[in-house]
């Protein structure tokens, strides 16, 4: 895999929009949070009066009115995230390099929410055919990604992976190939997922009983690019990808080998990075809090590390669950911790992920401040 150079990121998430906002959380040691009230949000009925969305987001105040008017929530986190990475990144897009731009975006199922409207109304129309065809362009999972190229104006390849929990591990993988074999220059990579009742009451139907975790979204986009064109274009150096590793364990979470299936996933992306265990300072993981739903996970890292100094951040307990929004966001969490800490530059993170039906993966990353000098 060609190493990544990550030299921008927009996010949002229930917290706000920024590692600004992301950093407030990550500075408090706090229990697992419950969200915000989202009663007002919908009309439809929700499973929790709370949920990890940004209720007072206003997407036309921030994107402006022209070409909103038929944007479902999910193509508008990324039309910000995507703005917001471009910007933090300083890369200015003209004609000279957007056909050298790509757009790679992760998900679970798209927008189940606009899927089930469309659907809805093909049967409640008099006709079916009076359903607004301007709608339609939602329905598609690669809605999102395509609309962040139309409105930048990128021409590089365009894709989404849907690989739930994983996808944004599978995002960078993408992204490394498409770079390695010359068909970008950059890659506008992460993942989207938004909150509707819809993903509410799908996150509610499928977490364990008893479990705190409720849904969330976010959308976690970020510059990626050679070393070599990062510094060449005096584009600072946030962190460095080097190595993604995924995997299948048989069986899934019912097999009881997942834990142990995940530890050598990790050890392989530790090898193929040459880094030891001892030379991690920070693992992210997608832990919740709950002993029992993070067995899994926690199992592995313990494995590896045994009782080694590693800092861990449990992002779904801050953020709820955010599906395969939630690699992006355990990256960003990464560079808040760097981003105005000179003292950590060099220091490696682990970012760890699982899905219930067997899939595993872990990313190895070096991070830098933006108050350092290094570039790529």
Known sequence: MTSLAVTGCGILCSVGIGLDALAGVLARDCEANPGPDVGDLYTDALPSPTGHALVDLNFRQLLG???????????GLALIACGRALEDSGLRVDDGNRHRIGVTLGTTWGSLKSMSDYTKESLLEERPYLVNPALFPNTVMNCAAGQAAIWYGLKGPNATIAGGQLAFLSVLVYAANALRCGYADIILAGAVEEFTPHTAWATHQTQPDKSPLTAGEGAAIFVVERSDGAKSADRHLDAEVMSVVTGFSPGGE?????????????RRALAKANVKPDGVSFVATCETGDEDQDRIEAGAVTAVFGSADVERVLVKKILGECNAATGGLQLATLLVLHRDDPSRDGHISLITGWTRDGGIGAAVLRGWSRVSSHHG
């Not at 009115?65 to 193509?75: I, N, Q, V, W």
């Not at 097999?255 to 299936?261: L, N, P, T």
Request: hydrophobic letters at 35%; charged letters at 25%; proline letters at 0%.
């Open 65 to 75: 009115r022209k070409g909103t008017a038929f944007l479902d929530r999910r193509s």
């Open 254 to 266: 019912q097999s009881g080998g997942m834990s142990s299936a995940l530890a050598d996933c990790i």
